[in-house]
C-alpha cells in the first residue's frame, strides 16, 4: 500500500472531499490508471473510492447519510445554472463546461424565483455567490481566474447526474421543471444533457 505513487497527498485532498480529473495531472494520472490497488487501499479504511465515467474520481459518500448544506448549496446553485441555460442554449453540454463564468452575471440572482431558491441556503448576494464559487473551486468541480471569473471542471458532471435525474423524476411523476405558480410561462423544460 505504501509504494502506490502520492498516497498521501491523494489520500488527504480525497478525504477533504476533492474530485480528481484529468486537468490534476499526474495524481489524476496514477490514480486513474492503477485505479484498483489505490480501490484496495481506500476500502482497507472503509472508504469508497469512486471512478465516474467522465474521467473523475473522488470518495463516493455514505448513502445511508443526507447530503450536507455545502453539498446542497452547490447542487441548488448548478440546478440553477442549469435551467438558466436551458432557456438560452440549444444543449447544456458544452457551454456548461467552456464558458467562463463571471459572478455579476450569474442568474441566481436575477429573478424573484431564483433569488428565493439561493434564500433558502442562505446566498443574498455577490459576496455569497463567490463563497459558492470558493467551494465549487475546494472540492475541484471548478477552477477560477484573475478577476473572478469561473469554469466549470469535468467533476461537475456528478451536478449534471443529479439535475438529469430531477428531471426525469419530474417527468415519471407528470411534473414538469418549471411547474410551480412563481415559474416564468416563458421558461422552457430542461433540455437533455448529452453524455459526452
Request: aromatic share 12%; hydrophobic share 40%; proline share 7%.
Amino acid at each position: 500500500m505504501t509504494s502506490l505513487p502520492h498516497l498521501a497527498t491523494i489520500f488527504d485532498r480525497l478525504r477533504r472531499g476533492y474530485h480528481f480529473t484529468p486537468a490534476d495531472g499526474d495524481l489524476f494520472r496514477v490514480l486513474w490508471n492503477d485505479f484498483d490497488a489505490y480501490e484496495k487501499a481506500f476500502g482497507a479504511f472503509g472508504l469508497r473510492l469512486h471512478k465516474h465515467h467522465q474521467n473523475v474520481v473522488y470518495l463516493a459518500a455514505d448513502p445511508s447519510k443526507n447530503p450536507g448544506k455545502q453539498a446542497r448549496t452547490m447542487g441548488l446553485f448548478v440546478l440553477v445554472m442549469v435551467e438558466s441555460m436551458s432557456n438560452e442554449y440549444a444543449a447544456i453540454v458544452p457551454p456548461f463546461f467552456d464558458t467562463w463564468w463571471r459572478i455579476e452575471e450569474l442568474p441566481h440572482l436575477a429573478s424573484e424565483r431564483y433569488r428565493e431558491y439561493m434564500e433558502q441556503v442562505d446566498i443574498n448576494d455577490a459576496d455569497d455567490l463567490a463563497r459558492v464559487v470558493r467551494l465549487l473551486e475546494k472540492y475541484g468541480f471548478a477552477e477560477t481566474r484573475t478577476g473572478g471569473a469561473f469554469q466549470f471542471r469535468t467533476a461537475a458532471y456528478r451536478f449534471l447526474d443529479l439535475c438529469i435525474e430531477a428531471v426525469e423524476m419530474s417527468e415519471a411523476s407528470g411534473t414538469a421543471p418549471n411547474a410551480d405558480a412563481k415559474a416564468d410561462p416563458s421558461a422552457k423544460p430542461l433540455p437533455p444533457l448529452p453524455e459526452t
